[in-house]
Structure formats: C-alpha cells, structure tokens
C-alpha cells in the first residue's frame, strides 16, 4: 500500500469494505466512460506494489456489479459507500488496468491523501473583542471541524460540543480513530481525541483539532458562544516510511474526506462554516479543472448552496500559491499572518489566498485539559470560520457569500509581489466588517529575505561508492561521487507539531528554504551525509516532507522520504530512470531550500510516470531538469 503524503501532521481517512449510510448525494458530474488505459492516473503502482485507489462509477447503481468484477481479477474492494458513484479498491497496476475496462468505470486513481497544516493578542488583532463586547459571540450558529477529533469535556468548549462523527480508513498498516474501531461512526463520543489510538510515546498524536476548534470556538477564541460539531477524518498511520521516521503519523483519505463533507451537507443544525485545517499537493492557479480539484470543487459548492462556507488552510510551504483544497476557487483560502500585521515566513501566499489571519503563536486548548501555543496556517483558518460565525450570527438571513466579501471589503489590505505581480489580500478584522466601517489603509508587506550565505560543501569526499555506468546509457550521470552512512532520521514534525504541556511553547514550522541555492546532485548529497555539510537535519527531512507534497514521484513512486533513501536516489546511475530520478530529487531539494520555478520538473515528471516512456525520452527529461538547475 503506498500513500501520498499531503500536508499539515500527517492524517488519514478511513475507508472499508461495509457499506456508509446514505449521505447527501454526490454532486460531480458523471464523466463520459473513456478508453480504459486513459481512465488510469499517471504512474498508478509502477512499481508493481499495490495501490489503495479510488474507482469513479458511471451511477451509485453499479456499486454491486462492478465489486462482482474486481473480486472476480483479485482487487480487494475496500469501501462500498451505497449513496455515491465511487468505491474504493487496492490492486496492482495490472489489475486496476483490467478493472479500468468494465464500461461502468469512468476513472481510477489513488486515494491521495491530505495531512493537518502545521501548528505556530490573536483576537485583539482581528476585531473579535469588539464583537464580544456588543454581545456578539456566534450564539445560534455552528462551526464543523474536520480535523483529528476533540478533546470532548476540555472546559474550554464550555459543554458547547453540539455533534460528533468519525470517518477514518482501515487497512494493513491503517487503524480507524473512530473508537468503535470501524471506518464510520456518528453520534457521542465518534470524535474523541483521548482514545488509546491517538497515543503514541505518550504523545497525543490527535492535538491538532482541539487545538483548532479552542480558536475557532473555545471560550477564550472567536466565537466563543458557537457550537462545535467535532468529525474525525484521520486514520492512524503505522508505517515508518510514510511517516519519514516516526513509528505512526495521521492522514486523511481523500474518501474520507468526500463522506465527511457529505455527512456535513446533511446537518439540520445552523451552520456558519467547515474548517480543514490541513492540506495536500500545491497549485499556482485555480485548480476547480484538475482533477484533485474536480472531485471538491462540487461538494464545496454544495455547502456554499447550503449557506456554509469551506474555509480551508492555504498551506506553510512558503509557496506563492495554494495547497488542496485550498486552490478551488469557491473555497476561502487562509494564510497565517504574525501580530506585527506581517505575513508569516511559512505562510503560503498570492492570489488564491483570500484572507490572512493570525496564526503565529497562537494559544489554545490541547488534550487532557491543557492549553499549548502553536503557528501554522491550521492557525489562521479558524479565526476566519469563526468570524464567519460572528457574522452569520449577527445577520442570519445574509448569504454567506455576502458575508465573506464584507469581511474582505473590510479587511485591512496586505500589499506585496507574489508570482511577478502586485497582490492585495485582506488581513480579517471582523470587528470593522460588524461595524461596518470603510476600507482600511494598506500595509505594504517587505520582501521576504533569506540567509545571504549559500552553502558550497566539498563535493569532492571519496569515501562513497563508485558510481555505476547505466548499462543502456554511456552518457555521464548526474550523480553525486562522495557517500557516507546515510543519516537516520531525527525527530521532526512537518505539520502537527504535539506539545503536551501547560505552559505555552512555540512549535517550528516545516515551510521552503528562501536562500535560493542552487546546488548539484553531489552538494546535496554531502549536505544529506551525517556531519557533512552545513545545513541542518531537520530542516533537510523537512525538505523531503515538502517535496513529497509536491511532486507525483517522490516518494510515491520512488522511495525518498528518508535522509537514507534520498541520498542512495542522488548516488543512483545504473539506469536511464535511476539517472532522471536524480536529477528530479536535485531539481526538487533546490526548489524546496528557495529556487522558484517547476514547469521542466512537471514535465519531466510525467515522462517518469510513464510506464511506456523510452530510454530515449528518459534521458531528454534528465537533460532538460540538469539544464534547468
């Protein structure tokens, strides 16, 4: 089973053979049945393992038939939700491709998965206090958090808990967070985050979203008189390659995420706004027509139809851009800002980003009755759901869409350059948008700036293996010529960062380097070798957690999610793909310490991912990627 690694602490979704109840249909349009080699994603297990995928019906009808067909070739079918036209399978590339056949298929590709934005006076800044004041405090309204669960009788909440439900996959190697164990569960109880699954090390692997919904709604956050409805989305992880050297990590399926957004689209209770604090692969643009994005762009849009808004974190990747689901244009896109009004160095930014909120050591509830203070843009996103709240609250019969542009309108106007042009994003003050007030000067945001050293290790240690000539290439490779023991794996966290103690602590954000150096495939592999070079452990695994967001190779098809790994894919030259695989990890641990620019990486990219791709076309890709460096 392989996963992609998504962002945020890393959260799965829970996924398994019975069947869900019936929730809110599923809005996507039914695509036209096409050949099936081109209903196959790119590169779906090219490695000959088998993949947890999810398989688009032409109707919710087919369900049965289709299952008959995939036991019949040997696909375990994992989750058969009833109500909507997808059900989710593990197979081989062979076995998918067979599947792929059958007319009532429409597409096959991975459960992708989607992890928690990392976590960094907050209310003071955007107003809320002023809100509180007048009485305002969201009474009468809801916020849904789709995180990793609550700590449920924490006297931050004050009892205001209203709902709970838990989605959340099971497989080999996947456990369920719901406490009865299955991959579905609502009602009392569903989102505990202090069950024994959420322990690890005793750490509580499940803060993220007590912490989350304290911002959102706790009684010392924005809106403190809202109710919460708490669903879990993560799965419990126990895997050390996927969690990049941590015995279990959380992530979120993509399924899971689809049948908890549907269960929200069924509450009768007043609902101001959804929060996901947690994120997946990166965009630039819009991405309502990739097809990540198709799959929420509808079901959004069904909530917003519904009068709720999805406000989502745009992701701490230091990106000019926006993570999933962030990047659908009718989400609300939220970027982290610090309490000097100065966007957060982590934070991602640009024109996809609607709001900045607060979101640099930010305090709140955690697990076992404690407070903790975290950044992160999974900081930022609440404050915006529970203005959202304050606001409806306050006008109940206005569209929400009305709501979210009075709260841009009345923002206070960030100015800065983001992908070559001058961008305006709001940073929230909910207290101008309640009273009503004219636009707000702008602050003009300074460059950000990164250390003017630019790291020049000696390449030219000896102690490493000879490399070997790729049998079918008599061209030079792009490899590295020193080695050493590769470097296990320090402590890190890339998203949710855990800290159970009382007393405040800021927490590290795992976000792109802005020194911009620009190093070859040997540099970086001295920089990954222990002791020898210059930058630090954890910020290289960080590099790695950010690179397995970003691109569609690592680590899914290629094993790079360890400092160990990644420096056996620089040294590695036997083949024309070992040579573009490292070229492609070079390429990408440049733009990860602050290079710009991924269009030749892209491309190349889908010529790795080709399982028909030439050794001819394989070396015009590594070419074009080292020209590029």
């Excluded at 996963?3 to 809005?27: K, T, W």
């Excluded at 994120?279 to 994005?293: F, M, N, P, R, V």
Aim: net charge negative; hydrophobic share 40%; proline share 7%.
């Amino acid at each position: 089973m392989r996963f992609r690694p998504l962002i945020v602490c890393s959260i799965v979704l829970a996924l398994s053979s019975a069947s869900v109840p019936a929730f809110a249909d599923d809005p996507a349009a039914t695509p036209t049945p096409a050949p099936s080699q081109s209903k196959l994603e790119e590169g779906l297990a090219l490695d000959g393992d088998t993949t947890r995928a999810i398989v688009e019906l032409t109707d919710a009808a087919q369900h049965e038939p289709v299952a008959g067909v995939a036991a019949a070739q040997s696909v375990d079918v994992l989750l058969q939700p009833q109500s909507q036209s997808f059900m989710v399978v593990e197979g081989t590339a062979e076995e998918l491709a067979k599947l792929a056949e059958d007319p009532r298929v429409t597409s096959i590709h991975r459960d992708r998965t989607y992890a928690p934005a990392e976590v960094g006076s907050n209310i003071t800044q955007i107003g809320a206090d002023k809100a509180h004041e007048k009485n305002l405090t969201g009474a009468g309204q809801n916020i849904v958090v789709l995180d990793t669960g609550i700590d449920r009788d924490h006297p931050y909440f004050g009892g205001r808990l209203v709902g709970e439900a838990c989605f959340s996959a099971v497989e080999s190697g996947v456990e369920s967070l719901c406490p009865n164990g299955q991959p579905q569960q609502t009602g009392e109880g569903a989102a505990d985050a202090t069950t024994a699954k959420c322990l690890s090390g005793g750490v509580n692997l499940c803060e993220h979203g007590t912490h989350v919904a304290g911002i959102a709604a706790g009684s010392g956050g924005v809106a403190p008189g809202a109710g919460i409805i708490a669903v879990q989305v993560f799965s419990r992880v126990n895997d050390e390659d996927i969690c990049t050297g941590e015995s279990s990590c959380l992530l979120a399926f993509e399924s899971s995420l689809r049948l908890a957004m549907d269960y929200v689209a069924t509450l009768t209770q007043p609902v101001a706004a959804v929060n996901l604090s947690l994120g997946g692969a990166l965009s630039e643009t819009d991405c309502d027509a990739t097809e990540e994005g198709a799959v929420f762009k509808p079901k959004i849009d069904a909530l917003l139809a519904k009068g709720i808004a999805t406000v989502v974190a745009a992701g701490n990747e230091f990106f000019e851009g926006a993570s999933y689901p962030a990047c659908v244009s009718s989400a609300v896109a939220v970027g982290a800002n610090d309490a000097a009004d100065a966007i957060a160095d982590f934070s991602n930014r640009g024109s996809l980003v609607d709001f900045f909120a607060p979101g640099v050591d930010i305090q709140s509830s955690v697990p076992d009755n404690q407070m903790a203070t975290h950044s992160g843009t999974s900081m930022a996103t609440p404050h915006v759901a529970g203005a959202l709240a304050l606001m409806k609250a306050a006008a109940p019969q206005t569209p929400v869409a009305d709501l979210i542009n009075t709260l841009k309108t009345t923002g206070r106007p960030y100015q800065y350059e983001a992908n070559g042009a001058q961008v305006t994003t709001p940073r929230l003050d909910v207290g101008a948008a309640l009273a009503g007030t004219g636009p707000q000067p702008p602050i003009t945001q300074s460059p950000t700036t990164g250390p003017t050293d630019d790291p020049e290790p000696d390449p030219t240690d000896g102690s490493g293996p000879t490399p070997q000539p790729d049998p079918d290439d008599g061209q030079p490779a792009p490899a590295p010529t020193s080695s050493v023991t590769p470097v296990p794996l320090p402590t890190v966290t890339v998203t949710v960062t855990v800290t159970p103690t009382p007393a405040p602590s800021a927490a590290a954000v795992c976000t792109r380097g802005t020194a911009g150096a620009r190093m070859t495939a040997g540099k970086w592999a001295v920089e990954i070798h222990r002791s020898s070079g210059t930058i630090p452990d954890n910020t290289l695994n960080c590099y790695l957690k950010l690179i397995g967001k970003a691109s569609k190779v690592f680590p899914e098809l290629t094993k790079a999610s360890s400092l160990g790994k990644a420096y056996r894919v620089l040294k590695g030259t036997k083949t024309s793909r070992d040579k573009l695989d490292s070229a492609l990890l070079t390429a990408w641990l440049n733009w990860a310490h602050g290079r710009n620019g991924t269009t030749v990486l892209t491309a190349a990219e889908k010529v790795r991912l080709s399982g028909a791709a030439s050794k001819a076309a394989l070396r015009k890709a590594t070419k074009n990627v080292l020209k590029s460096l």
